[in-house]
């Protein structure tokens, strides 16, 4: 239900929205249904200009005062295209005619690389309104995502190949309070609605570059199924839905089951797996591993998961005693004695660099320095109050900013570790330190070994790479530390 024991959505409110238009009761059906708002809520609106993200913020505008939602407008110029300050234009201006705060992130052109933009420029947009979100005390954020969006995003995993989770396509709602008002609309229902309002939206011309998959699915594979089946983009939508909730479903009965294997040390009992349908039982194994590696796994990382889970399930039927590993993730599962454990395999280091990795964690003093064996020089320094405007510094830098009344625990400067995860800004979920390293294209030779700064059991930065989302600065830090890095050769 979308009400909640605390505060209910008014009657008066659902009788205004039947008596609104058409399209504000449909997207109000999808509000409900997902039960994506609640009287009182904060919602970040990310508009690009595109049609589809003005029209959810105009629907959203309608909802805000029957329902004292405080909305604020989030956009980011990434610099790809000559038009985009028009655009940024276009959205400052929208904001200030529905009197609504805006907030703007401009990329500098090199900022999102040479390869894979549009998965670079995403990362980048919902890391900016992660922190958005953060500023203004806890917002959902609201993105434009349409019915369309969601058939291109089924047959794309379809064409790439895509088991249960992945057919669920676009959520309605995410983990991260990610929302999406409008996925139960077609995109031409949105902009009929935006010509029925007499209002404009900008068009992006990368749309139509063909040399981006999606756009082709959209511009070229779309059109030729919709001659067979004009409905079509409804049906893969109507399939979305029913994997979603299978998914769901099927999340439940692996969570009883693993819960009813586990052993109070962890590990799981071999009798118990054995005793359940192949298939379950690879996916208990599957679920059980990424819990241990890390549930923000890559899709090819927990395709690898599961090839593993297939490899054990077929191996310990036939043996009281085995093994079998993964290389690429250097994890082994061993079974002995009625129980399955899971090993990490350590890199071997070669012999130059075991002195640059191999060094105790230091103690961090507000006000002192660390000199660390590999070059690397830390300090910090306190700074009393917040000043107006301050922003969260981003990775690749040697500056970070941190909440010093939000650390529970003294800071440590120490190596950076194989296996270590962190949880980058604009995630809930951790990643795997030595991906970010890859991603970041830090050489091998200055990965492990590398300092971190950490908070217990967290780490809050490796200097030059990337800073963690625990201990941002907001609207409301008080009290906050200067983190600096500095290299020399050792």
């Not at 933009?117 to 947009?125: F, G, H, K, T, V």
């Not at 969601?150 to 057919?167: I, M, N, P, Y």
């Not at 009965?253 to 040390?265: G, H």
């Not at 440590?412 to 800004?425: E, F, S, W, Y």
């Amino acid at each position: 239900m979308l009400a909640t024991e605390e505060k209910r959505v008014p009657r008066s409110f659902e009788a205004m929205v039947a008596k609104r238009h058409w399209f504000l009761r449909k997207v109000w059906r999808t509000v409900h249904e997902h039960a994506m708002l609640r009287e009182g809520d904060r919602v970040v609106v990310a508009v690009s200009g595109g049609a589809d993200s003005v029209a959810t913020l105009l629907a959203l505008h309608a909802f805000a005062r029957p329902l004292s939602l405080q909305l604020t407008v989030a956009h980011v110029d990434h610099g790809l295209r000559a038009t985009s300050s028009e655009d940024r234009q276009f959205v400052v201006s929208l904001a200030a005619k529905l009197g609504l705060p805006v907030r703007i992130r401009e990329l500098s052109p090199g900022a999102l690389g040479k390869s894979n933009l549009e998965a670079q420029a995403r990362l980048m947009r919902y890391r900016f309104l992660h922190e958005v979100a953060a500023t203004v005390g806890g917002a959902k954020i609201a993105t434009g995502h349409t019915m369309d969006d969601q058939a291109e995003t089924v047959l794309l995993r379809l064409l790439r190949g895509s088991g249960l989770r992945g057919l669920r396509g676009v959520l309605p709602v995410r983990g991260d309070s990610v929302i999406r008002p409008l996925i139960g609309c077609t995109r031409a229902e949105a902009r009929r609605f935006l010509q029925q309002q007499g209002c404009s939206w900008r068009e992006d011309e990368t749309n139509q570059d063909d040399r981006f998959l999606r756009n082709r699915v959209r511009l070229q594979l779309l059109p030729i199924l919709c001659s067979w089946n004009p409905s079509l983009v409804r049906v893969v939508a109507r399939t979305a839905d029913v994997a979603r909730v299978d998914a769901q479903a099927l999340e439940w009965l692996v969570r009883e089951k693993l819960e009813a294997a586990t052993q109070p040390d962890g590990t799981l009992c071999l009798s118990f797996l054995r005793g359940l349908d192949p298939a379950v039982q690879s996916l208990v194994v599957a679920t059980w591993l990424a819990a241990h590696v890390g549930e923000a796994v890559r899709p090819s990382e927990r395709q690898r998961l599961r090839v593993l889970a297939e490899a054990f399930v077929h191996r310990s039927g036939s043996s009281d005693t085995g093994k079998v590993r993964d290389r690429a993730l250097r994890i082994s599962l061993v079974w002995q004695d009625d129980r399955v454990k899971l090993q990490s395999e350590p890199t071997e280091f070669p012999s130059f660099l075991r002195e640059a990795t191999e060094w105790k964690p230091v103690p961090l003093v507000v006000g002192g320095a660390v000199d660390l064996p590999n070059g690397w020089r830390i300090w910090a320094q306190a700074r009393t109050s917040t000043e107006k405007g301050v922003a969260v510094r981003l990775c690749d830098e040697l500056v970070a900013i941190v909440d010093a009344r939000a650390l529970d625990d003294c800071l440590l400067v120490r190596p950076v570790c194989q296996g270590d995860r962190i949880v980058p800004i604009g995630m809930v979920n951790a990643r795997k330190v030595q991906d970010v390293f890859t991603d970041r294209q830090v050489p091998r030779e200055e990965r492990w070994g590398r300092p971190a700064v950490v908070c217990g059991t967290r780490i809050i930065w490796i200097p030059g790479v990337i800073r963690s989302a625990h201990a941002l600065v907001t609207s409301e830090t008080r009290d906050i530390l200067e983190l600096h890095a500095a290299r020399h050769r050792p």
